[in-house]
């Protein structure tokens, strides 16, 4: 199965080179680089429903979106770059039929979307829809967009804003090429949180987002009939005492069985673990476990489920987890030193 990698390239005082391809062995869990294809701070990934294509961020302050096809052992060859009419782009995800492209962009706030062609390139932004407002913290004067993620039914498209304290939601008009905004248009997370990245359930009754600013996570049910995020509760995720300066959270993942939810803490340089109670989304805590490097950007959950792939920013490796049944984590040995690793990506096989 090949694994991609998205790094930070010296554009942005990485370390990388573009993406790496891996291959992993399912039973050991091992990573073993296969290639390379140079580009400039290709920091987030994501594939066509297809798997025909991979499309990655181009984290600039004049961004862009590239598109590559998938070969033979998972090699990529470029196709198209576009401009996202906005800076520092760092998330994006196709629609459900593989004919739309949405990046978000970090600088201005707003999400941007693009037509893709059947041969996988991409045409120009076909839509730009622009965040207002901004929020009571200083990385919120304000909006900044930072993740855009469709919900269990594929008929909606919700984008988290840092720089407002909303999770902005959106509907696909197809024939217009462009989103238009859900009835509600929004969720709301408490002041302060800045929302980075969401994930959903499995069961698509409940959504966790890890506030950036304020080392939260929380829970909200959702209505997958109309749209509607719900807040439940939230909690740090840090330990009791451990908070201090530059520390943000990155990522957050849900286990695929549904039974856990993990989140990295940059700057404490850990993985906070949590607990899914199934009957009402709430979350208890189990812990923390380092992460193996500095500055935990993002990780991912191998399709089986049985393994944790941390992704070390600034400590220029991918720390590899075991998840025990109780959702877990132990640190296995496993290390693949790879520079300024900020995206995990699962091929098939």
Wanted: net charge neutral; glycine share 12%.
């Amino acid at each position: 199965m090949p694994v991609y990698v998205g790094t930070y390239t010296r554009e942005y005082n990485g370390r990388g080179e573009g993406i790496y391809t891996f291959r992993r062995d399912a039973s050991s869990g091992d990573l073993q680089q296969t290639s390379v294809v140079e580009a400039v701070n290709p920091s987030f990934l994501c594939f066509d429903p297809s798997r025909r294509f991979l499309f990655a961020t181009v984290e600039l302050k004049e961004g862009a979106v590239s598109s590559y096809a998938i070969g033979e052992g998972g090699k990529l060859t470029h196709l198209s770059t576009q401009s996202t009419q906005g800076g520092d782009p760092c998330h994006l995800c196709t629609d459900p039929t593989g004919r739309f492209l949405f990046v978000a962009n970090h600088e201005e706030g707003s999400v941007a979307t693009f037509p893709i062609r059947a041969d996988g390139k991409l045409e120009p932004t076909s839509d730009r829809r622009q965040h207002e407002g901004s929020g009571p913290g200083p990385t919120q004067k304000g909006p900044h967009a930072h993740c855009v993620t469709l919900d269990p039914s594929q008929q909606r498209v919700l984008v988290n804003d840092k720089g407002i304290d909303k999770v902005m939601i959106y509907r696909l008009d197809a024939a217009g090429r462009r989103l238009v905004p859900n009835d509600p248009p929004h969720g709301s997370l408490h002041a302060g949180a800045a929302p980075r990245h969401l994930s959903f359930h499995p069961n698509g009754r409940y959504a966790y987002v890890n506030g950036e600013a304020d080392m939260t996570i929380t829970a909200f049910a959702y209505d997958g009939a109309t749209g509607t995020l719900t807040e439940l509760h939230y909690l740090s995720t840090l330990p009791a005492g451990a908070g201090g300066e530059r520390q943000s959270t990155a990522q957050i993942v849900v286990h695929p069985s549904g039974k856990s939810v993990y989140v990295s803490n940059r700057g404490h340089d850990s993985i906070a673990m949590f607990s899914i109670d199934q009957a009402t989304g709430r979350l208890s805590a189990l812990g923390h476990v380092g992460s193996g490097g500095r500055t935990p950007r993002n990780f991912n959950i191998d399709p089986e489920g049985k393994r944790l792939y941390a992704a070390n920013q600034n400590g220029d490796k991918i720390t590899t987890f075991a998840i025990g049944a109780d959702g877990r984590l132990t640190e296995t040995g496993q290390v693949t030193a790879v520079g300024s690793p900020v995206c995990v990506l699962f091929g098939g096989d």
